[in-house]
Each structure stands twice: as C-alpha cells, then as structure tokens.
Nanobody, 119 residues
Framework: QVQLVESGGGLVQPGGSLRLSCAAS????????MGWYRQAPGKQRELVAG???????NYADSVKGRFTISRDNAKNTVYLRMNSLKPEDTAVYYC?????????????WGQGTQVTVSS
C-alpha cells in the first residue's frame, strides 16, 4: 500500500518561510515523480512544484524564485521550502506521487496540510 504522509504546515506571517515534508512508501519513491499541489477555498487544485526521479524540477510561475522542491532518496522524503510567503499562498497543500505504469501513471495523494499566510 502506498502512503504519503505530509507535515510542516501552519500559520506564518507574510514574508515568512515554511518547509513542508512528505514521507513516501519506500516501494515507490525511487521510481515516482513527486510533486506538491495546493487547493485554496473555491479554487481548483493546482500544481505548485514537481520533481522527477532524476531530480529535474518544475514550478508554477506564481512560486518561481520563492519555493524550492527537493527530494532525499535515502529518506524517501520530498520537501517544499517556501520563502517570501504571500497571503495568496494560503491553501491546503497536497503531496502527490506518480508511479509509472504501462500507458500512464497511477496517482497517489497525501492527506493535505494547511498553510495559512496572514498577519
């Protein structure tokens, strides 16, 4: 069974920083593309950042230069470092793993962690 367990959310003032962590099952981590998505109230879930098994990264334009995604293969963990946080970054953040299968991928999701940016 694939499990993704997130941690690190919370309340932070504008301009502050947080680091999210997502611990994944060892069975998929080495072969899965990992990513962070977020969903704000009344909005669709959107990709924030992704990282391939080979550590190639991609970011939403809204977070480029402020957020950094990384992965520690020894710990089966992916991180999202968020700097210069803005109120519009407020959302539930979800960890995602995409395991390759013939013809596509299987998606797995964590339970989500709330990030609130407010003074």
């Amino acid at each position: 069974q694939v499990q993704l367990v997130e941690s690190g959310g919370g309340l932070v003032q504008p301009g502050g920083s947080l680091r999210l962590s997502c611990a994944a099952s060892r069975s998929i981590f080495s072969i899965a593309a990992m990513g962070w998505y977020r969903q704000a109230p009344g909005k669709q879930r959107e990709l924030v950042a992704g990282i391939s098994p080979g550590a190639r990264t991609n970011y939403a334009d809204s977070v480029k230069g402020r957020f950094t995604i990384s992965r520690d293969n020894a710990k089966n963990t992916v991180y999202l470092r968020m700097n210069s946080l803005k109120p519009e970054d407020t959302a539930v953040y979800y960890c995602n793993a995409k395991r390759p299968i013939p013809g596509g991928t299987n998606d797995y999701w964590g339970q989500g962690t709330q990030v609130t940016v407010s003074s």
